[in-house]
């Protein structure tokens, strides 16, 4: 599903992040991951109304974040993206706050697990697996109750926790939101040949995370559970896909979505015209990201049963 044209602040965004990854020293450490291996961020300060939780379990580390009233009993799993090399940002913190409000007033557990090249697969999905059996065994919520949500190496790190949870008879989740998956580890995909000029983040160049990935050692990558594109779709609960339509990683949420659809899964994908990659943290600053997050709305509402109610003050302040 084809979303409508690049609106002209969302093209303005996008010629920014082309022209500043492209016309400056930063192309190769940002495009190799180095700035993303070490942020430099400035001490994140949870809002009113929230209790927030920091602890390491197992060996990585959990941020719990919870209203301070009532509860109830829903929760997300946020798996946040980096390629597998970069560790938690403030993004997720704030984005873990926006969902929560659209939760109508869930918790929501973010994990900070451990990445490459420290840690290889499959560290990173033995972490996803804890942290989920963390919520259902420890804190004794209803799977049905949880949804996973993950973005780029966070959204194939979702699938394969999916497909884990499956192969392994795990109580699967309600659902799936998925934000410019990284599916595909091989780099296999159609769109990386017909975006590689286009993409305005990891595009005209193979030195690149995508290509050059610390995570699979000495795995192959067509493993499913380091790409999910390769994997097998039955059973896997309902999802939602988004992605940029100049994306290198666009086919990595075609192919996937295609593949659920033909497994018999309940499976919807949105393609944002014109759109980058993870445009969706732009959050408010332009109406292609405002439009996905309505749409992460619903689609949440769909899956818990929530009333219909006004989020849109609450989504400014988020």
């Not at 065994?137 to 993950?150: F, L, N, R, T, W």
């Not at 790409?227 to 075609?254: A, K, N």
Request: net charge neutral; with cysteine.
């Amino acid at each position: 599903m084809h979303r409508r044209a690049t609106s002209i602040r969302g093209e303005m965004v996008r010629k920014f992040i082309h022209n500043f990854v492209n016309e400056t020293p930063l192309k190769k450490p940002i495009q190799t991951g180095e700035f993303r291996r070490n942020p430099k961020e400035s001490e994140w300060i949870c809002p009113p109304g929230y209790n927030y939780g920091l602890f390491s379990y197992k060996g990585f580390g959990m941020e719990y974040l919870r209203p301070r009233k009532g509860n109830t009993g829903r929760v997300i799993l946020q798996l946040h993206g980096g390629g597998y090399i970069g560790p938690m940002k403030n993004i997720y913190r704030t984005m873990a706050v926006r969902y929560s409000k659209l939760l109508h007033g869930g918790d929501v557990l973010t994990i900070d697990y451990r990445v490459a090249p420290a840690h290889k697969y499959p560290a990173a999905l033995e972490d996803a697996v804890a942290a989920y059996m963390w919520l259902v065994e420890e804190q004794e919520y209803d799977p049905a109750k949880i949804m996973i949500v993950g973005d780029s190496a966070g959204g194939g790190l979702t699938l394969a926790l999916l497909m884990y949870l499956r192969d392994h008879n795990m109580p699967l989740p309600n659902g799936a939101i998925l934000m410019s998956p990284w599916t595909d580890l091989t780099c296999s995909g159609e769109s990386h040949t017909y975006n590689f000029e286009k993409d305005p983040l990891f595009g005209n160049t193979k030195e690149s995370m995508l290509y050059d990935s610390d995570y699979i050692g000495e795995y192959d990558p067509t493993i499913p559970y380091i790409s999910p594109m390769f994997g097998t779709y039955d059973d896997l609960p309902p999802m939602l896909y988004q992605v940029g339509s100049f994306e290198m990683l666009r086919s990595d949420s075609e192919v996937a979505h295609e593949k659920a659809m033909g497994a018999g899964c309940d499976s919807k994908l949105s393609v944002y015209e014109g759109m980058f990659h993870e445009f969706q943290m732009s959050l408010n600053l332009i109406p292609e990201s405002k439009q996905a997050w309505k749409e992460v709305s619903a689609f949440i509402k769909e899956r818990f049963e929530l009333e219909s109610w006004n989020h849109s003050r609450k989504l400014r302040k988020g």
